[in-house]
């Protein structure tokens, strides 16, 4: 990990979901949900953030990885066009916690953007969900022709090609 961090040319941050499970004990994020049978209680609180946490925990982000890099290394944040498979959330549908979801992470992400130079948006979500017909049969995972063309669009955009290519 600390080599690829080394030999980043950019860093691109694909936001997916506001609900985060924190431990009880030590305010250390989990990155999955505990799914031990009891843990989930015993251990950590559902927290759902907020636009403000958000960008809390971006900006921590940023300033580390500023810290390490240099303020020139440019960053993008994009926001998953991939629907929630569950909410922890009672009295909450999937649906609408999906949307509060990917609203809570745009405007967070946008805020940095607008403050923050070498800090980047790209509207993968935007693009995506513009289409009349965005999603597999699943109904949250986007229909791979999109996720081809939205890839196109911002290797095209950015001039990022992958290592190799160009």
Request: hydrophobic fraction near 35%.
């Amino acid at each position: 990990m600390k080599e690829s961090v080394e030999k980043a040319d950019v860093f691109i941050f694909t936001l997916g979901h506001i609900e985060a499970w924190r431990s009880k004990s030590t305010g250390w994020w989990y990155c999955v949900e505990p799914r031990e049978t009891g843990a989930r209680e015993r251990l950590a609180e559902l927290c759902v953030l907020d636009v403000s946490a958000v960008k809390d925990i971006l900006l921590d982000t940023v300033e580390t990885i500023r810290a390490y890099r240099g303020k020139t290394i440019p960053m993008i944040f994009t926001v998953s066009p991939v629907g929630l498979g569950r909410t922890y959330r009672e009295g909450i549908s999937r649906a609408d916690a999906n949307q509060q979801s990917k609203d809570t992470l745009r405007l967070a992400a946008k805020g940095i953007v607008s403050q923050e130079d070498g800090i980047y948006y790209y509207d993968s979500y935007e693009v995506i969900v513009s289409d009349p017909n965005p999603f597999r049969k699943d109904g949250r995972h986007p229909r791979n022709e999109l996720i081809h063309a939205a890839t196109e669009r911002f290797m095209r955009e950015t001039g990022l090609r992958q290592k190799g290519n160009t």
